[in-house]
């Protein structure tokens, strides 16, 4: 009996050394957390572009001949009928001088055969001679009048070609590089151009649209036609190979008639403002489009983790335990990201310390002050 006693004391006492050793159940971090809200944002996404003039003109000459002269420099500005060139004329004067000659003879010839037709004429009226007589000498006349016809016609050739010894400017804008030399032999057949002119007061910028990419931007705007789409078209930016931006916003006003077969693109065009000639013909650079996102989830960029190329948040359930989800992202807005799939407006996430956080762990929510806003 005492035995049994002795065993049941120890047993208590062994029984109270466990109960304060225990350990008590660790309590839930406290860690912000934020209700996700879907709501409008503006993206945008570059595309590559070339910049060209308004017009860009191919200075050729229109005779052959020695150039004599050369009035503008490389990448000088010039006005509309500025001289630019000069090529012997001495050439081109003496043909003109020929074709002259050539009229004032065929004038005399035509003034004699009025006057054999004036003599003929009452002659053959009083039978003086014969009919025939008459007739000849019409014909003549009219000879006569046709070789006069064709020699005003080659004075009006000589004096067109001794005018293309001038080139002027056709348009204003800036001289490009002087391909030919002074002393050159010119000839209109040459495959090189004496030198480029562009008007560079407003460019052109073009760049491609993927048809996915197409598609979307047509559906952001309403229009029964793309021309009254393209009024609606908000103006956009032109980033330069420096990255900086462009002064003067643009704005798109020509779309292909078609896709390329080749690349699947369908080409676009804006045109920017460039008074000061900052840009040139040739230029490269990239158009910023702006894309709209309406009812789209925002989260905060700050309340997810990348991991090998992948994105993930920490969803809080309603029972306070946090799960770890991988969320699609669509793009950029501000410091929001834009979510196409894995959590959804109105789901719970953590904003910070989740660091050593687990699946499965209970925390304890307070309010976050990460607030999602859209642009």
């Known amino acids: 009996m005492k035995i049994i006693l002795l065993m049941g004391l120890i047993a208590w006492i062994l029984a109270g050394c466990a109960a304060q050793t225990e350990t008590p159940p660790p309590t839930p971090a406290a860690l912000p957390v934020l209700q996700i809200q879907s709501g409008n944002a503006i993206t945008y996404k570059d595309y590559p572009a070339a910049i060209e003039g308004k017009t860009n003109v191919e200075i050729r000459p229109q005779v052959d001949g020695i150039l004599q002269k050369i009035y503008a420099d490389e990448g000088s500005y010039v006005v509309k009928g500025q001289p630019l060139f000069k090529i012997d004329e001495a050439p081109f004067r003496e043909r003109l001088n020929q074709a002259t000659a050539q009229m004032h003879a065929a004038e005399g010839a035509l003034a004699n055969a009025s006057l054999d037709v004036e003599k003929f004429t009452p002659l053959v009226a009083n039978k003086v001679v014969s009919d025939y007589q008459l007739k000849a000498a019409k014909a003549a006349h009219q000879v006569a009048f046709s070789n006069l016809q064709q020699a005003k016609a080659l004075v009006a ?16 804008g800036y001289i490009s590089r002087l391909f030919k030399k002074q ?27 993927a048809e996915s990419d ?11 036609t793309l021309q009254e789409m393209l009024g609606k078209v908000p103006a956009i930016s032109l980033i330069l190979s420096d990255q900086s931006t462009f002064t003067n916003s643009g704005k798109i006003d020509m779309i292909d008639g078609q896709f390329d077969k080749t690349t699947g693109s369908i080409t676009l065009r804006a045109s920017f403002a460039n008074e000061g000639g ?27 983790i990348e991991l090998q190329d992948k994105v993930f948040v920490y ?43 687990k699946d499965g762990q209970a925390i304890l929510p307070a309010i976050s002050n990460k607030i999602a806003t859209s642009n």
């Open 315 to 357: 969803t809080v359930s309603d029972s306070n335990k946090v799960s770890k989800q991988q969320i699609q992202v669509l793009g950029i807005s501000g410091t929001n990201y834009l979510v196409r799939e894995g959590v959804r407006s109105g789901d719970r996430i953590v904003t910070e310390g989740f660091g050593q956080l």
């Open 157 to 172: 050739a000589a004096q067109i070609n001794l005018g293309y010894t001038l080139i002027k400017a056709p348009v204003n």
């Open 214 to 224: 197409f598609i979307r931007f047509k559906s952001q705007y309403d229009g029964t």
């Open 183 to 209: 002393g050159s032999l010119l000839n209109p057949a040459d495959v090189q151009p004496l030198t480029l002119l562009s008007d560079v007061r407003q460019v052109h910028v073009y760049f491609a649209l």
């Open 278 to 304: 900052v840009l040139r013909s040739g230029n490269t650079g990239k158009v910023r489009l702006p894309l709209k996102h309406d009812g789209i989830v925002l989260v905060p960029q700050a309340a997810t």
